[in-house]
């Protein structure tokens, strides 16, 4: 599985930006996709999965209401459109596909089961 993630970028607070990450092909036809995120001395933390069969959404409580996931399967991509940002989502974000049932059973942390990822792309929200 080969992810490539883009479109991170310094941004002040309040502002957006959205992120995109290219499948190998067919991927987000058979796999759940979403993003987690890592900052530094901190833990992974899950952001947010997109079902391969449904289309249904998963959101970490903390980016509920200001983040939106979506894919294009014709064109093997997914976005993670991020508003009102705030300091607290500075990190590295991954992009991430794993099976359909761990994003069923796990929810945003489905990436920590059976996932796989790519390079990340960094997001700094500051003034």
């Known amino acids: 599985v080969q992810l490539q993630a883009c479109g991170g970028g310094l941004v002040q607070p309040g502002g957006s930006l959205r992120l995109s990450c290219t499948a190998s092909?067919?991927?987000?036809?058979?796999?759940?996709a979403g993003w987690f995120r890592q900052a530094p001395g901190k833990e992974r933390e899950g952001v947010s999965g997109?079902?391969?069969?449904?289309?249904?959404?998963y959101y970490a409580e903390a980016v509920k209401g200001r983040f939106t996931i979506s894919r294009d399967n014709a064109k093997n991509t997914v976005y993670l459109e991020m508003d009102d940002l705030k300091p607290e989502d500075t990190a590295v974000y991954y992009c991430?596909?794993?099976?359909?049932?761990?994003?069923?059973?796990?929810?945003?942390?489905?990436?920590?089961?059976?996932?796989?990822w790519g390079q990340g792309t960094q997001v700094t929200v500051s003034s």
């Open positions: 991430t596909t794993a099976p359909e049932i761990s994003l069923r059973t796990y929810g945003t942390n489905f990436y920590a089961h059976g996932g796989s």
């Open positions: 092909k067919y991927i987000l036809d058979f796999y759940a």
């Open positions: 997109i079902s391969s069969s449904d289309g249904s959404t």
